[in-house]
């Protein structure tokens, strides 16, 4: 299988980025392919929610990007054979400042991955809610990007925005980078407004949404908490089972 580097991104907080990386990173692993997370958010909930605290990191992600460590030594192991986590460490709050003195910044994190060659199969980036320097290295970086989009008022909005920096990207700065597929979530199938939303999102954007649709779901919300994937948490859940029906659908893509 071919490496493949992808980038979940939505400058919106609050769309489900971290809890589909988290756990589509490990329903993948679970099927027994090599999975790296990095943790490109400042915020540090891909770190936490695998259950690492990133007051007690170092080096991370940032030391990696700043050439202070090599990624190798950057990397932990999780609770999963086949995932690993590149986390955040509270150095990458100063990111989008240090990203203003350097040369060829917006590809930093391309050149960190490299020195992985084929190690993993797949890597994950968790982007910040942000269009800033670390979700523009982010983007250089992958191989295509996955854009969650939740079934609530404004969902659209800023989407066209995001859709615009994708497209810059991939005209000046990587003309490889393909759209993945977005991905409607905290779906709740008993309120018209959910059913709305995700019927204007499949006019609009057609084969380019995912089949998988991810379910507002509490037992999805209370796994980060005790630093597990929903798959590890509760694996008869409705958040797992439909994590799970996503990395089937991405694998049957390739």
Not at 52 to 67: C, L, S, V, Y
Not at 120 to 129: A, F
Not at 143 to 171: H, M, N, W
Request: glycine fraction near 6%; charge should be negative.
């Amino acid at each position: 299988m071919k490496k493949k580097i992808l980038a979940v991104a939505n400058q919106k907080g609050g769309v489900g980025k971290t809890t589909t990386v988290i756990n589509l990173g490990a329903s993948l692993s679970a099927a027994e392919i090599r999975v790296l997370i990095v943790d490109m958010d400042p915020q540090g909930n891909a770190t936490s929610g695998l259950g690492f605290k990133r007051d007690e990191i170092n080096p991370g992600i940032f030391e990696t990007i700043t050439q202070e460590a090599l990624i190798h030594d950057s990397i932990i192991k999780t609770k999963l054979k086949y995932l690993d986590l590149c986390p955040s460490t509270k150095s990458l709050a100063s990111a989008e400042i240090e990203f203003l003195h350097w040369e060829d910044r917006e590809k930093k994190l391309r050149l960190s991955l490299s020195s992985l060659e084929n190690k993993y199969q797949y890597i994950l980036i968790d982007c910040p809610p942000s269009l800033g320097y670390l979700t523009l290295n982010s983007l250089v970086a992958a191989t295509s990007v996955l854009i969650p989009l939740q079934c609530e008022y404004y969902a659209l909005e800023g989407l066209s925005d995001l859709l615009d920096t994708f497209e810059e990207v991939r005209k000046y700065l990587n003309p490889m980078l393909e759209l993945e597929g977005i991905l409607l979530t905290m779906h709740d199938e008993r309120t018209n407004l959910s059913n709305q939303i995700e019927k204007e999102v499949r006019e609009l954007f057609r084969q380019k949404v995912f089949s998988t649709v991810i379910p507002r779901n509490v037992k999805l919300g209370e796994a980060p908490s005790f630093g597990l994937p929903i798959i590890l948490y509760d694996i008869k859940s409705k958040g797992a089972i439909s994590y799970m029906n996503l990395a089937k659908e991405i694998l049957k893509n390739e």
